[in-house]
């Protein structure tokens, strides 16, 4: 085992000084993959010498995801203290459904969660769990509405079409979820927005009278803490008010943004919170923990323990269910994610997380003053969010980020608004520097200057 960590070491430092001198890995077209790299699975193993190399090739194909040139997707970076956490649960190799087996690790999971339900304004009676990805942390939070609405559905199954809304800007799991838990596609209403794509309560409230005349049963409402494409909050206060009036389950989907509980400054665009039934962040996004980490806390902890309690006298055999961790949870055996999470908030507090947050704010507004003062680009972004979407002079968005990432310059990706396409730049990476946003900038001009501007009439 020393060994390995040794290459392990070594490893790592190839994969830094990757980052430094190739930010972007050089581009591996899915038609050459096994023709570049031996990926091959043999009967015999092979030394370690050639691993090494295999390893080492891997590394250098690899895309960067904290490297400074990576704007792509809803996380990035690289956090210290976080990653510790995260090998440290490797090393541990603890599963999470029983105190028996992890131990302390329960102890830091239950804190992680206590702490974040005070943040979002929970009461002391919530609870929540740690699932693999907010896709699934949205699963969860419909299934207990579900049951709250219905506790016999657990045993008889659905008997009456019920009905769900969210807003046509939410995330995709939500339409996923709803084939997976048997309400069916069909019955997932989606709710106009704003120009900005925050969801219309009045439009909400519309949707939810007419299922009502029409006989299904209306139970759940899912609100969006930063929409994917532009970064809209939903005004979770009116939302929450639809809600009581029609005892309908409020859950707010903060994977994306939900971080800004951790900011002062920015925590009034989730105001209202408090009234929701339960709410999801991944702190693999904003927080910059290694991936995954997805939270889910709900003010009824009765109900999160109904909806996914199931008996098993041979793995339920000491404690009681509070630190029986399987009682609250989709899954049975389950790595350790809290532990990632709990060492960043130990080593830097409650403040040092308010700070890369707001850190987060800052240089998006960074990026679209620099849009802004630039007549070449079309800024279609607002203040308050953290996804930065334009055009620039009037190129195919779709061909700007392709091109970019095949000649390995940028991996940003692009994004659609009331029809209209264009790049999506996120600043979400942890790793950002006001320097590496002017770098964007000066990249991505240079890169159409040279090889887009001059590209030949076909």
């Not at 206060?237 to 639809?242: C, L, P, R, Y």
């Not at 939900?258 to 665009?269: D, E, Q, R, T």
């Not at 995954?292 to 041979?314: G, M, P, R, W």
């Not at 800024?379 to 061909?399: G, P, R, T």
């Amino acid at each position: 085992m020393q060994n390995d960590i040794a290459l392990f070491s070594e490893l790592c430092d190839e994969l830094f000084n990757a980052e430094q001198n190739q930010p972007v890995a050089e581009h591996l077209a899915t038609t050459n993959l096994y023709k570049e790299l031996d990926l091959t699975l043999n009967e015999e193993g092979v030394i370690d010498d050639e691993l090494k190399r295999v390893l080492k090739d891997i590394i250098s194909k690899t895309p960067k995801t904290a490297s400074r040139n990576f704007f792509n997707q809803l996380f990035g970076g690289r956090i210290g203290k976080a990653t510790l956490g995260d090998l440290l649960s490797v090393m541990f190799n603890n599963s999470m459904y029983t105190y028996k087996v992890a131990g302390p690790q329960v102890g830091v999971e239950k804190q992680v969660l206590k702490n974040i339900c005070k943040l979002a304004g929970y009461s002391e009676d919530s609870n929540g769990t740690f699932a693999p990805g907010g896709s699934m942390s949205n699963m969860m939070a419909l299934i207990m509405a579900r049951d709250f609405k219905n506790e016999s559905i657990r045993t008889l199954g659905l008997q009456q079409s019920m009905t769900l809304y969210t807003s046509n800007e939410s995330h995709y799991s939500i339409s996923k979820n709803a084939a997976l838990t048997g309400i069916g596609r069909n019955q997932v209403r989606y709710v106009n927005t704003n120009e900005k794509g925050e969801m219309l309560s009045d439009h909400l409230e519309e949707l939810i009278k007419n299922d009502l005349k029409d006989n299904y049963i209306p139970f759940f409402v899912n609100a969006t803490a930063g929409t994917t494409v532009l970064g809209a909050f939903d005004d979770i206060h009116t939302i929450s008010k639809v809600c009581k009036k029609y005892n309908l389950w409020l859950h707010v989907d903060g994977a994306y943004c939900g971080g800004v509980i951790f900011s002062k400054k920015y925590k009034h665009l989730i105001s209202g919170l408090e009234y929701s039934d339960s709410f999801s962040v991944n702190a693999h996004k904003m927080l910059g923990t290694p991936l995954s980490c997805s939270i889910i806390v709900t003010q009824n902890k009765a109900q999160l323990h109904h909806s996914f309690s199931n008996e098993a006298d041979y793995l339920y055999q000491t404690d009681g269910d509070d630190f029986n961790l399987g009682k609250t949870s989709l899954q049975c055996g389950r790595r350790n994610d809290a532990l990632k999470i709990w060492t960043l908030w130990k080593s830097v507090g409650t403040l040092g997380l308010e700070k890369i947050v707001d850190k987060q704010f800052e240089l998006a507004q960074y990026a679209r003053d620099y849009i802004l003062r630039n007549n070449n680009y079309k800024l279609y972004s607002f203040k308050d969010s953290i996804s930065v979407c334009f055009n620039y002079k009037d190129i195919s968005a779709k061909e700007l980020c392709t091109s970019l990432y095949e000649n390995s310059d940028l991996m940003v990706g692009f994004g659609k608004h009331n029809d209209v396409e264009f790049v999506r730049m996120v600043t979400i990476n942890t790793t950002l520097q006001k320097p590496d946003i002017d770098n964007f900038f000066e990249t991505l001009e240079r890169h159409v200057s040279e090889k887009l501007l001059k590209k030949p009439v076909s």
